[in-house]
């Protein structure tokens, strides 16, 4: 198989996991004889010294000419000081619009191996296995906002959480025939003692419910939902809400599994359009040219485009295996413990890369 991978590997440690995640693709490749070929875009802050702008026109016609994008993560101080309509995290909500990627599927998987790694106690995280399905393209995050002042010279602003019904029913779709897929269990998120946006909500999801018997459905408002991750987050399979709660429930949810350097993600659009994969984490200015970063979720990341974008489930979870293996024996510093030897980013892409 041949397949064209646009890479926009960002700023401070994006380009050091990136290049471990690429390695193990090549080692993948040669060894089920696949060609993947790979195009590097600027975005981000990496985007802003080249053009000016954290997302251009030109990558991203050629992201949209490619099989599927593979992101890193950026921003950081570096661009900390420049106007707000250009900063690095814009490039990454316009590349979110432009692409229509409005459903973000953020797994959440503890790896026994690092089961003592996570600050949470092992019988509450033991067989944790769930996944936010994040929607990304609307809400608050896509409303109208503004910065004003009233007539008494008082400062004030706005943002607008909205959502149409299609925009919730497409999500609710994709977060159901995920669960199909899965453990068949949906949980949908909002907060619907409160808002009208979450209204709507519940009652579509109720809707779509009804086409997808065989799944079992239940709400849950997000403060409790936010509890309940920590408490017990076993039992949850699917988790799907709206933007801004999926941004802080993911945070969240990413402890679990010892380490935000260990969480992938998929953010897909329609049916054969590009879709967008990246770590969960962000650029992490304060490690950066120390070689310490976690590569691992970078190279999930690229195990996740494999399975859901290339259809290759063998190749995805030949990655999988061989993180698993390597875990056993070998850690990066932020999911170190005694007994394991600790390893560079470097390294750690070199054993997942050869364990292929
Ligand atoms: C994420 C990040 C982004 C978001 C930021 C960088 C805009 O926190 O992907 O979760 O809030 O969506
Ligand atoms: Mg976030």
């Not at 991203?60 to 106007?83: E, N, Q, R």
């Not at 969480?263 to 304060?286: I, N, Q, R, T």
């Not at 399975?307 to 875990?327: C, H, P, R, T, Y």
Request: hydrophobic share 40%; proline share 3%.
């Amino acid at each position: 198989m041949k397949k064209i991978i646009s890479v926009g590997a960002g700023d401070y440690i994006g380009p050091e996991v990136m290049k471990e995640a690429k390695k193990v693709l090549e080692s993948v490749a040669s060894k089920f004889g696949h060609k993947f070929e790979f195009r590097d875009v600027f975005v981000g802050g990496a985007s802003i010294d080249e053009f000016g702008v954290p997302l251009h026109k030109s990558q991203l016609d050629i992201i949209k000419s490619s099989d599927a994008l593979l992101f890193g993560s950026i921003g950081g101080p570096k661009w900390d000081s420049v106007a707000p309509e250009i900063r690095p995290e814009k490039g990454i909500l316009e590349l979110r619009k432009s692409l229509e990627t409005f459903a973000n599927l953020r797994p959440v998987k503890v790896f026994s191996e690092l089961i003592d790694a996570s600050p949470i106690k092992r019988e509450i995280i033991n067989g944790v296995d769930l996944v936010v399905v994040r929607e990304l393209t609307g809400g608050i995050y896509f409303g109208e906002r503004k910065t004003d002042f009233d007539e008494s010279g008082k400062e004030y602003a706005t943002d607008t959480l909205k959502y149409d019904e299609d925009e919730i029913r497409r999500i609710l779709k994709v977060a159901f025939e995920l669960a199909q897929k899965r453990n068949k269990k949906l949980c949908s998120v909002d907060k619907e003692n409160v808002l009208d946006s979450s209204k709507l909500w519940r009652k579509i999801a109720l809707e779509v419910s009804k086409e997808f018997g065989d799944v079992e459905f239940s709400n849950m408002y997000v403060d409790n939902a936010a509890m309940q991750l920590i408490l017990n987050p076993a039992q949850f399979d699917v988790i799907v809400t709206g933007n801004m709660f999926g941004d802080i429930l993911s945070d969240a949810a990413s402890v679990l599994g010892g380490s935000l350097g260990m969480l992938a993600s998929a953010s897909l659009s329609e049916k054969g359009k590009v879709a967008m994969y990246e770590p969960s984490g962000g650029s992490a200015p304060d490690i950066a040219g120390k070689g310490i970063a976690n590569p691992i979720a970078q190279i999930l990341s690229a195990s996740m485009m494999l399975s859901i974008s290339f259809n290759l489930q063998e190749e995805a979870q030949a990655i999988e295996k061989s993180i698993e293996k390597v875990l056993k024996t070998h850690r990066t510093a932020d999911i170190f413990t005694s007994g394991t030897q600790k390893v560079t980013t470097e390294q750690m892409g070199d054993l997942i890369a050869k364990n292929i």
